[in-house]
């Protein structure tokens, strides 16, 4: 097994650099996106990608050649520090943020094997409320891909 990382190293590298990028791409940028039915999971699986640049770091050590140690070095750790700000704003975000309120489904419609379904979200305090809304397909059991369709936000309840 020892071997297979050693002769790998870049490979690894590259892959795990791979994973993270396509982590900051999912989130709401692109089309459609991968999201789990529960938001503790999304949070544990952000938190825990927030090891890669760490990972990226040890493998760098593995590297044979000077100049690709420091190139490495240098974004790894750039990318460590924006993994740490990143873990602490999810953190925060557990430990504060009722998750009822922040994104709670309103409506949901099912269209053959996928469905349309309405959230009403919190967008912060600049803002009332807001609403979402995404069509959502279960690929596997709990996990969904997702489109966002519409996205308001300065939503204002009467009352």
């Known amino acids: 097994m020892n071997s297979l990382i050693r002769?790998?190293?870049?490979?690894?590298?590259?892959?795990?650099?791979?994973?993270?990028?396509?982590?900051?791409?999912?989130?709401d940028y692109f089309y459609p996106f991968i999201r789990?039915?529960?938001?503790?999971l999304i949070d544990i699986f952000s938190l825990c990608i927030q090891i890669i640049p760490?990972?990226?770091?040890?493998?760098d050590f593995r590297f044979k050649h000077i100049s690709a140690k420091i190139i490495n070095s240098i974004f790894s750790l750039t990318?460590?520090?924006i993994s740490i700000a990143v873990a602490i704003v999810i953190l925060f975000n557990i430990s504060t943020l009722n998750?009822?309120?922040?994104?709670m489904p309103v409506h949901k419609i099912m269209i053959d094997s996928s469905?349309?379904?309405?959230?009403?979200t919190n967008f912060g305090t600049t803002t009332d409320y807001g609403i979402v809304v995404r069509q959502e397909k279960e690929i596997i059991k709990d996990i969904l891909l997702v489109k966002n369709l519409l996205r308001q936000d300065h939503i204002y309840i009467s009352q």
């Open 115 to 120: 469905s349309v379904v309405v959230y009403r």
């Open 99 to 103: 998750k009822n309120e922040a994104f």
């Open 54 to 59: 760490l990972m990226l770091l040890i493998n």
């Open 7 to 27: 002769y790998n190293k870049y490979i690894i590298h590259i892959v795990l650099l791979a994973i993270y990028i396509l982590w900051i791409l999912n989130l």
């Open 79 to 81: 990318l460590s520090l």
């Open 36 to 40: 789990f039915k529960s938001l503790k």
